[in-house]
């Protein structure tokens, strides 16, 4: 049986791992391009999440800073 995610779901799931990519790099344990990598190699994702930000745009990238801010405990 295969389960869809509702459109507010997969919000959600990205404004996290947004959140987590973000930490990773402020808290210096990778750079941007650690991540990228981290996402495409292991993870078999097409683009990392910041070359998605980058491709998305500012408003996007803004709407999903949003989304963070309302998910973050």
Request: no cysteine; hydrophobic share 50%; proline share 4%.
């Amino acid at each position: 049986m295969t389960t869809r995610l509702s459109a507010e779901d997969v919000e959600v799931l990205i404004g996290l791992v947004r959140a987590e990519v973000n930490r990773i790099v402020d808290e210096k344990v990778g750079t941007i391009e650690d991540v990228d990598i981290g996402a495409r190699v292991g993870l078999r994702w097409p683009l990392g999440p910041f070359e998605l930000m980058n491709k998305s745009g500012i408003a996007e990238a803004a709407k999903w800073a949003n989304v963070i801010m309302l998910t973050m405990p």
